[in-house]
């Protein structure tokens, strides 16, 4: 059952920000609900869950909106990445954005915020492992990227956001994300997902994206 496992995890969410003298904050459980239909989600949003994160905006866009006319205060991450030619439906469906990586996205998000009158808060996903096949902003071009958000658009951009290399110990990248979260001042880290979420709340991470220990394996299509 998703409600019993819901439980477990947040127990260890709290037991590790307890213990944890880098977790200032208790950190958000946001669902990684990709794959899963309504059946699975109703009994997270019935325990009270409201963050709940997508990779594709088309499958967001088919499954959320009648649980969103139902589950009002649902907040939808964004999670996976984005094309540009999906920034409209993306801005029109999403309340935050964490995979903001090059200056084409940057900019057309901003152009449809203005042109929807929404601003919902933005992350930038970097590519921590500096791993050829994910996306990201390269750690030693972060600093450029943020300033070039600030300089031409007006994303509120709250917060940093990582993926780490597979099989490899994640606390080393982790740290890394820290190091750059503070560096750079922003108040908001998504880091840490089923395997790791307690080593990453133990680096501050203020937003965990769990799938597989909430929902069971998902099916390999
Ligand atoms: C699927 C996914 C997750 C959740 O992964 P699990 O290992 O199933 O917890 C977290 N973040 C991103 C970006 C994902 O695509």
């Not at 970097?126 to 902003?137: A, C, H, L, T, Y």
């Not at 190091?179 to 990453?200: C, H, I, N, Q, V």
Request: proline share 7%.
């Amino acid at each position: 059952m998703s409600e019993t496992r819901l439980q477990q995890i947040l127990g260890k969410m709290e037991r590790t920000h307890q213990k944890s003298p880098l977790s200032d904050a208790p950190a958000c459980l946001v669902a990684a609900s990709k794959a899963q239909q309504e059946a699975a989600l109703l009994p997270l949003l019935a325990a009270g869950l409201r963050d709940f994160a997508e990779n594709r905006v088309q499958e967001a866009q088919a499954k959320w909106p009648p649980l969103r006319a139902r589950f009002p205060d649902v907040r939808l991450h964004l999670i996976g990445p984005l094309q540009s030619n999906k920034a409209a439906e993306a801005v029109a469906l999403f309340d935050v954005i964490q995979t903001v990586d090059r200056e084409k996205i940057a900019c057309a998000l901003d152009a449809e915020m203005r042109k929807q009158n929404r601003r919902q808060d933005c992350y930038v996903q970097v590519n921590i492992g500096r791993e050829p096949q994910k996306s990201g902003v390269m750690p030693e071009q972060l600093g450029e990227f943020l300033a070039f958000c600030r300089r031409e658009t007006s994303l509120p951009v709250l917060g940093l956001m990582c993926v780490p290399p597979a099989d490899m110990p994640p606390a080393p990248y982790f740290a890394l994300m820290r190091k750059l979260k503070t560096e750079y001042g922003l108040p908001r880290l998504s880091m840490g997902m089923s395997s790791d979420f307690e080593t990453a709340i133990a680096f501050g991470a203020t937003e965990v994206r769990v799938g597989t220990a909430l929902f069971g394996e998902r099916n390999k299509d």
